[in-house]
């Protein structure tokens, strides 16, 4: 999607020349181009599909002194986005020259022709205030609001300031209060440390859950390949920056300088940076005497910067912990020097991925002698530059940097191609659920959120149904991002879930709970007021109930199709439900066929690890004998008695009969087994967990779901992908697109046992149809995946437009 300013009042003036006015109403910062020399940005403009550039604005507020590093951010942030196709356009509020009165109304002139165009906002604390208190910051991004901009918060400082006298507290409550204001009136959030390291963010899951993670780049040029160290044989370390003020900061450097230089020799310290003259009384007291090579610089341009780091050794950090925000630390990274730092609250990958040698903070002993090994160890720098490098490329470099800040903002994939963020809400998670969410995650063209009610399955919790405690032995909470909202039903919850969809800034929300959950109808409710596409369905193929009675039919056939008519997607499982939609008179263009799916590799390879003969050794089946399978929980509705009377009927004396599954019918079913002289050859394994069902699946060689209501029956899927072919009956929705008559399995009446024994009796008595049955399952089984389930929702949201302009429209 391609977002360009409009001309101002509708002059008809092309569509930059509302940014050359910014000039004259907000001073436009003008800085040199800086160099890109990295195999990522060679990478980077070739991927870029642009066909006309895409335009942003970087607002930053009052220059800090003597330099003012978010200007020179964002000047090597806009030659980024040059190379990949962008333009950036760089303004200031000037507050502190007009007042704040001036500023804003200035500000509401020009962000008219802002509309529709990405804002990226850069704070720090002392950029919008005089003497750390913020209260205004909100008051900028209201006003780019207003006026039709979206608005992403890019915070350098996300931390609040620390310190316990009463105004550092004071200081502290004021930060948090602007920065929550500010973040939940933003579109999206850019931080540059990990969100979850960050208290205030982490209290509230609506401002987490559009928060993106957006390293910042060095402060210098990179020097890959790496230049040589010193000349000379001296050991070279280099300290870029020194706290100012912070005579103890320069004490502690001395201390682990010489600590070092006992272990190594005589050592040069190398310093330059801000704050270099002022620390240099402190560090030449504290260095007397000592085999250290005093060397101080100053403030230098970034050139001669980088060339002073590239020729170090190593690169000390001592400036408190080391974070994906320190572009001093990471500037070493750039040169390919080793840097070693303390590690802090705030150290999170990919700091901690990219070859820092890292140890407590305030530990001197342990800095010392970490500055020592890598001084003396040149294959330990070695490897550590290596580490540096491939950091670099994926998260430090500025091209990096610029694709990071577009994906955040959901412009583009790799390939340059829109993307959605995506809120999933779900009542619990399931053995199901969670492999699709995973796939979702990986896919280049969706950011996605789960919202789970509660955790029950991942957690162990009564299921009435299995008549048990049950918590899944599979990761249900791994590989993708979700959020707990606490236990459903409770007002707690369906407040925290309103917030979190109404000022999530999603372009879509997909809603698995089912519209008799309160939650709903909340999630319903706020994705329609922030005007975010909303997705929810069934999986049903009719409109016949599980339970009750007849009456239920036409209230949904009076229901449904009002229902279903508040969704902008309609996604359905399997054919069946694309008919029954149709059938209610859905719109064609408003229903999505979102293949009910496992994950088919963990399948594969859980079968091919399989031991057949023990499996059935276990069981006490033989090797050769024919065995039908049948798993689900002994309810009811899956009418497991009908597949027990159809196999005493079939009369084929070598086959048995395994019930993998819990429930209240078990005893009866035993009971009846003996009744009919089949108990010896019938065999109940209790409730099987979902790390032991491949294995039961693969030592079976026929599924059989004789269910009376099921919308679709997904242990078809699992079954198929472990080589069985499948029966079901014509209430089981898998049966639309999985089942192929003689193919891949057969179908019968449901309650029809005669049917259904005779099925058995042609089926089980003929072992290589038995073979061609599970071979042609799992063939069948290549083009249903959960790949295809989220394209399919991935293309749902394509075809209904450009959901995020939708959103920025008045």
């Known amino acids: 999607m391609t977002h360009r300013p409009r001309a101002p009042h509708s002059s008809g003036a092309e569509p930059l020349a509302s940014h050359r006015r910014t000039a004259e109403l907000l001073p436009h910062i003008s800085s040199a181009r800086a160099p890109a020399g990295t195999a990522a940005a060679a990478e980077a403009a070739a991927d870029s599909t642009a066909e006309t550039k895409i335009t942003y604005v970087a607002l930053l507020g009052r220059p800090d002194q003597p330099t003012d590093g978010v200007a020179d951010y964002c000047a090597q942030l ?80 996300p931390s609040a300031a620390g310190g316990d006298a009463p105004v550092q507290r004071l200081r502290r409550a004021v930060i948090r209060s602007a920065l929550r204001r500010a973040a939940r009136r933003a579109d999206r959030v850019l931080v540059t440390v990990a969100p979850e390291k960050i208290d205030w963010l982490v209290a509230a899951p609506e401002l987490l859950a559009k928060t993106t993670l957006v390293p910042v780049g060095s402060n210098v040029p990179a020097r890959w390949p790496p230049a040589s160290a010193s000349d000379d044989s001296l050991a070279t370390v280099c300290v870029f920056g020194v706290t100012e003020g912070h005579r103890e900061e320069a004490g502690a450097l001395a201390r682990v300088v010489c600590a070092a230089a006992e272990k190594v020799g005589q050592l040069r310290l190398r310093v330059f940076g801000r704050g270099a003259q002022q620390a240099e009384p402190a560090l030449r007291e504290a260095l007397a005497g000592a085999p250290v090579v005093l060397e101080l610089h100053g403030l230098l341009p970034a050139e001669q910067i980088a060339d002073l780091i590239a020729s170090s050794h190593a690169l000390l950090f001592v400036r408190g912990g080391v974070s994906s925000r320190r572009g001093s630390a990471i500037a070493g990274i750039a040169c390919g020097v080793p840097v070693v730092a303390y590690a802090s609250e705030e150290t999170a990958p990919p700091m901690t991925e990219a070859g820092i040698l890292l140890v407590p903070r305030g530990d001197e002993t342990a800095l010392a002698s970490e500055l020592a090994r890598v001084l003396t160890d040149p294959g330990l720098r070695e490897g550590l530059r290596q580490k540096h490098r491939v950091a670099w490329e994926a998260h430090f470099s500025w091209p990096a940097v610029a694709r990071k800040i577009r994906q955040a903002l959901n412009e583009i994939t790799a390939a340059g191609q829109r993307r959605y963020r995506l809120l999933a809400l779900a009542t619990h998670p399931t053995q199901y659920g969670a492999p699709g969410y995973r796939w979702m995650t990986a896919h280049p063209r969706l950011e996605l959120t789960v919202a789970y009610l509660s955790l029950r399955g991942a957690e162990a919790a009564h299921d009435p149904e299995f008549g048990r405690d049950v918590q899944w032995d599979v990761p249900l909470l791994e590989g993708y991002r979700w959020i707990h909202l606490g236990q ?40 329609k007021r922030s005007r ?45 439900g694309v008919a029954l939609m149709r059938a209610l008179g859905i719109p064609e263009e408003k229903i999505a066929l979102t293949p009910y799916a496992v994950d088919n590799a963990w399948w594969l390879a859980q079968s091919a690890r399989a031991d057949r003969a023990a499996v059935r050794a276990a069981w006490g089946v033989p090797l050769e004998a024919p065995v039908v399978v049948f798993s689900a929980k002994l309810q009811p509705w899956k009418r497991p008695a009908d597949l027990l009377r159809a196999f005493a009927a079939c009369g084929v004396e070598s086959a048995h009969l395994v019930f993998a599954g819990e429930g209240p019918l078990r005893g009866a079913l035993e009971a009846e087994a003996r009744a009919l002289g089949v108990a010896a050859r019938t065999h109940f394994l209790g409730f099987v967990n979902q790390s032991q069902l491949p294995a039961v699946y693969t030592a079976a060689d026929l599924l059989v779901l004789p269910s009376g209501y099921e919308p679709f029956g997904v242990v078809v899927n699992e079954a198929m992908l472990c080589g069985c072919g499948v029966v079901v009956s014509d209430r089981v929705g898998a049966r639309f697109d999985l089942v192929r008559e003689g193919e891949t399995g057969f179908v019968f009446p449901a309650g029809d046992v005669d049917a259904l024994a005779g099925i058995l009796r042609r089926v089980l008595a003929n072992r290589e149809l038995l073979r061609r049955l599970g071979a042609a399952a799992r063939e069948r089984m290549r083009s249903w995946s959960l790949a295809e389930n989220t394209d399919a929702v991935v293309a749902a949201l394509d075809r209904h437009g450009n959901l995020a302009e939708r959103r920025a429209q008045p």
């Open 78 to 157: 806009r030659a980024a986005m040059a190379e990949q196709g962008c333009e950036l356009v760089l303004a200031r509020v000037d507050w502190a020259g007009l007042g704040w009165s001036r500023a804003l109304a200035q500000l509401r002139v020009q962000a008219r022709d802002w509309r529709g165009c990405w804002v990226l906002v850069q704070y720090t604390m002392l950029a919008w205030s005089r003497r750390g208190f913020p209260l205004r910051f909100p008051g900028v991004v209201r006003t780019l609001q207003r006026a039709g901009a979206r608005v992403a918060v890019l915070l350098h400082d």
């Open 488 to 527: 459903y039903g409770r007002l707690r919850s369906l407040q925290r879930l309103w917030q979190l969809v109404r000022h999530g800034s999603w372009d879509a929300v997909a809603v698995y709970t089912g519209y008799r959950v309160a939650a709903f109808w909340v999630a319903l409710a706020a994705a």
């Open 532 to 576: 975010a596409a909303v997705l929810f369905g069934t999986d049903a193929h009719t409109l016949e109930p599980r339970v009750g009675g007849r009456w239920k039919v036409p209230v949904k056939r009076w229901l449904w199709p009002r229902l279903f008519c508040l969704a902008d997607v309609v996604i359905v499982p399997s054919s069946g």
